[in-house]
């Protein structure tokens, strides 16, 4: 797995969250950092493929490094947006872009993105962080208790997506 950026892009106490297409649930945007790329770079690049926007990076809100092979290490940034056009406009790997409110976050939100956005508005300093919240128990009980979701998201990253477009 390539290491990944993820943007978390505030606006007027709202959070920019996309719908993926592949496992409809909702997400900050974000992906893998290609070869000699910065991940601020890859930050800016991914909100952009995924959103439409284009947007400023302020600062790196830490460092996620995995603790199993679920994961890859995720490099997170606190952004805005630097223009928001009049309708948002889901891209090719979403099927929905918008706003929501911080106190109004949906319910399928992934849980890691949350705790992301969460330790991005204590605007604590830069540091490293170990995913201990993503473990093999979590992604069983998360197979048990979601299987369908599961399965889309096992066969999108076997290069399989189900999209519903």
Request: aromatic share 8%; proline share 8%; net charge neutral.
């Amino acid at each position: 797995m390539k290491e990944a950026a993820i943007s978390i892009i505030l606006y007027n106490k709202k959070v920019l969250l996309i719908k993926r297409r592949d496992v409809p649930v909702w997400v900050v945007p974000g992906g893998g950092i290609e070869e000699n790329e910065a991940p601020e770079t890859a930050a800016v690049r991914e909100a952009k493929e995924e959103t439409g926007i284009d947007i400023q990076v302020i600062r790196r809100v830490g460092i996620w490094l995995p603790i199993n092979r679920l994961a890859a290490p995720a490099y997170v940034f606190e952004c805005r947006p630097e223009h928001i056009p009049a309708t948002l406009s889901a891209q090719e790997e979403a099927s929905e872009v918008r706003f929501f409110p911080l106190d109004a976050l949906p319910p399928t939100l992934f849980f890691l993105h949350r705790i992301w956005i969460e330790t991005a508005l204590k605007n604590q300093p830069d540091r490293v962080y170990m995913m201990t919240e993503l473990t093999y128990w979590r992604a069983s009980k998360l197979l048990l208790t979601h299987p369908i979701l599961t399965i889309r998201y096992i066969l999108s990253r076997l290069g399989l997506p189900l999209n519903d477009r």
